[in-house]
């Protein structure tokens, strides 16, 4: 069953896509609807936005901006002012990873075009991947593995990272699979 939101605010529910007797209906599946009668636009709707995976990653991603600023991440300076320690640099990649989480995650609540809800699902995990692989594998952290890096924001980061792209990666299988139907 589809559910359909009346461009002039009156929802109307249909149990299949075949037209109404006497009247036209332009659209495919996850597109925006219009019913002609005659020649004439006789009502048009659009597709609701579906916002639980959206709101889902959106939450996933404040927990890991929120994680990455309030934990002890990255290590203190060693040595000299102008060593900065690479977990510190990881921890930034990171943060920008998970900034875009968040605007792929709130364009992805509001969004009513199938096709695009499915790139939005991809973007979010594969970004997902990015924030798990950054800390430890793309970005080297310190050498000593009871540094607060590698004890507590690898395993965040791995964590969340992998949460972030499971989210992402089943609205997409599902997505899929409802088109392939």
């Not at 990171?94 to 509001?110: C, K, P």
């Amino acid at each position: 069953m589809h559910t359909y939101e009346m461009v002039y605010g009156v929802e109307h529910t249909r149990q299949s896509h075949e037209p109404w007797l006497g009247e036209t209906v332009v659209a495919q599946k996850g597109e925006d609807m219009v019913i002609e009668e005659e020649g004439r636009v006789a009502a048009a709707f659009k597709p609701k936005a579906q916002p639980a995976a959206g709101i889902a990653l959106l939450c996933l991603d404040v927990i890991l901006i929120a994680g990455l600023l309030l934990l002890p991440g990255p290590c203190a300076q060693h040595g000299s002012p102008d060593n900065v320690p690479s977990c510190y640099w990881a921890c930034r990649a990171s943060l920008g990873v998970a900034a875009i989480v968040a605007i792929l995650a709130i364009v992805r609540i509001f969004e009513t075009d199938e096709g695009e809800r499915r790139g939005l699902s991809l973007g979010c995990a594969l970004m997902g991947v990015l924030v798990a692989l950054i800390p430890g594998v793309i970005i080297e952290l310190c050498a000593d593995p009871t540094m607060s890096c590698n004890a507590i924001m690898r395993p965040f980061a791995i964590g969340l990272g992998v949460c972030i792209a499971l989210v992402g990666g089943i609205d997409l299988t599902r997505r899929l699979l409802a088109l392939l139907q």
